[in-house]
């Protein structure tokens, strides 16, 4: 059963500081993984989907990284702002689970003034 | 509209009431989802349509009732639920057939069963 595991928890840090949210995963025959933004009592914002065969996906200043066969997952955010507070999940689609996404819990990210 | 829209937002309702929540999608994806969405627990895939028919069912009371009457509607039709199903439910679709298979997620209805 593919588990999805998100490290930290919650994250804060001060207004311009570049950050890293982590994602891994426990079965690498992913297709591909997709990271989202979830606004408190929102839906999700889908952010960066990357593919199994690429390394990375850039979108402004967001860069998501994919390493399959250790099976994890880097969000890189640039100069945070506090607009970008919010919950940040990533999610991954195995080979042989048709469309189901596996979600990990997220990483609660503030960014402080 | 655009995108992907639910109704109603917000929901209460006892647990002998029956409702419906409704999800639209303005993509022309093929594909349409329903998941749960508790606290402290990561989103659950209740079930998925795919060309208006209902491929995976996970687990999920029979009190819960997914009806997709074409492409681009989805209703979970909801009766005498329990307090524990108090939840976002969060709508979502995509493209089959088109590589990548991204999905779009709505804005999610919040119930709470009293």
């Known amino acids: 059963k593919q588990e999805v595991t998100q490290i930290p928890a919650a994250l804060s840090v001060p207004e311009g500081e570049n950050l890293v949210l982590n994602c891994s995963f426990t079965d690498s025959a992913i297709y591909n993984l997709q990271w989202f933004r979830q606004d408190p009592g929102k839906g999700l914002t889908s952010l960066l989907l990357?593919?199994?065969?690429?390394r990375e996906q850039t979108s402004g200043r967001l860069n998501a990284s994919l390493d399959k066969s250790s099976g994890r997952s880097t969000l890189y955010i640039a100069a945070s702002q506090p607009g970008d507070s919010a919950t940040y999940l990533c999610a991954v689609r195995l080979l042989t689970s048709g469309s189901r996404l596996t979600f990990g819990e997220g990483t609660q990210l503030t960014v402080n003034p | 509209e655009t995108g992907v829209t639910q109704t109603p937002r917000h929901l209460v309702m006892g647990m002998t009431n029956k409702k419906s929540l409704k999800c639209e999608q303005h993509?022309?994806?093929?594909?349409m989802y329903w998941y749960k969405q508790s606290a402290k627990k990561p989103l659950e895939l209740m079930f998925v349509y795919s060309l208006e028919e209902r491929v995976e069912n996970n687990s999920v009371p029979s009190r819960f009732s997914p009806e997709c009457p074409n492409s681009s509607h989805l209703f979970l039709h909801l009766h005498t639920l329990q307090p524990e199903d108090s939840a976002l439910y969060l709508c979502a679709s995509s493209q089959e057939s088109q590589r990548g298979y991204e999905q779009y997620f709505g804005p999610g209805t919040r119930l709470t069963v009293t």
């Open positions: 990357i593919q199994s065969s690429q």
């Open positions: 993509l022309g994806h093929n594909a």
